[in-house]
């Protein structure tokens, strides 16, 4: 059993930090790999994506050629919150384990480069979780209230805090792509000396890299569809990302005209990995939606939900499916939107 534990916190913890367009999935258990995995998804959320919540029925207004670009303008700060839903348990569980998650971070470009690339600052600045486990009651976390009663909201709580106003740089081209991250050795403190801590650094780094839909350089119409395929070496196997962008058109969203666009996500586990597992994905349902203010240059919203069935099979024991569910949803706000 502590063979097939390891093997479920490995491969959660590469869903964490390759799932990257729209939203990760979450919770295989409850461990230190999993905080290592919620860390590295939502600090790659303060990178690009943002979800509006309450978009109802945007109406369409255009078909015509555009052309996508980020303003990338030197002062351009934006707040982004990023709230998480998710439900995980084994096939045939009645009640599965809750999970609700809540990240506030400040964007910012802190320099342009004048080459259609700039540096951009995120900070987290609270980071607040809710989770419901069958037989073991409530946990809630908040970095703004360091001092809960419950000895695991603590534990978590001190992994957390050192990330906390610390400032993350990477550098974003006018298309969305991100490169040259770099995160203060002070802000990894809380999870050096936790399971997979060693690895914290280069999971964040992977999820913002990785985090952008890289827009097309050229022109394209309502129609449009483009793929990105992201893949990394894990201790699960190789991991993969399919996400399809299909361009939908202008709309207007409550009296503002911004750019949708459709997101679909094929995940994949290939190869051999260090449990001697074989590790699948016999069902999957991954989409959403963004929306991308083509005048301001920045992504106003994205929205994800998943569906999944993850298959773990070792030897001489009995396959076991996991069922995740999950809405992940992000939103950018200027200055003058934050109440």
Known sequence: ???????????????????????????????????????????????????????????????????????????????????????????????????????????????????????????????????????????????????DDSAFAKQITKMFRPLIDAECTNSMSVLGKISDVKIPEAALEGFRNTPGGGNIETMIKESIENGSPVFPAQRIAPGFSWTQITSNKTPAGLFSATNRYTYKGLVVVEGRKIHEFGVDTQLNFAGENTFGAKISIPQQSISGKMFFDNVLGYLVSSEQTQDMTMLIELPKQKPTKQIHKQTLKTRFLLPSEIK
Do not use: Y
């Open 1 to 147: 059993m502590n063979r097939l534990n390891a093997c479920f916190e490995s491969v959660q913890s590469s869903l964490f930090h390759n799932v990257r367009r729209l939203g990760e999935p979450l919770s295989i258990r409850w461990t230190d790999g999993m905080c290592l995995g919620m860390i590295a998804n939502l600090v790659s959320g303060c990178a690009v994506l943002a979800v509006v919540i309450g978009v109802l029925s945007p109406l369409q207004v255009s078909a015509q050629e555009v052309e996508f670009r980020w303003k990338l303008a030197k002062g351009t700060k934006l707040l982004s919150i990023i709230s998480q839903d998710s439900q995980q348990g084994e096939e045939g569980v009645e009640n599965p384990v809750s999970q609700k998650t809540e990240m506030t971070q400040d964007w910012e470009v802190r320099e342009n480069f004048g080459d259609g690339t700039a540096l951009v600052v995120t900070t987290l600045r609270r980071a607040q979780l809710n989770l419901e486990i069958p037989g073991a009651g409530k946990i809630d976390v908040d970095t703004n209230n360091p001092d």
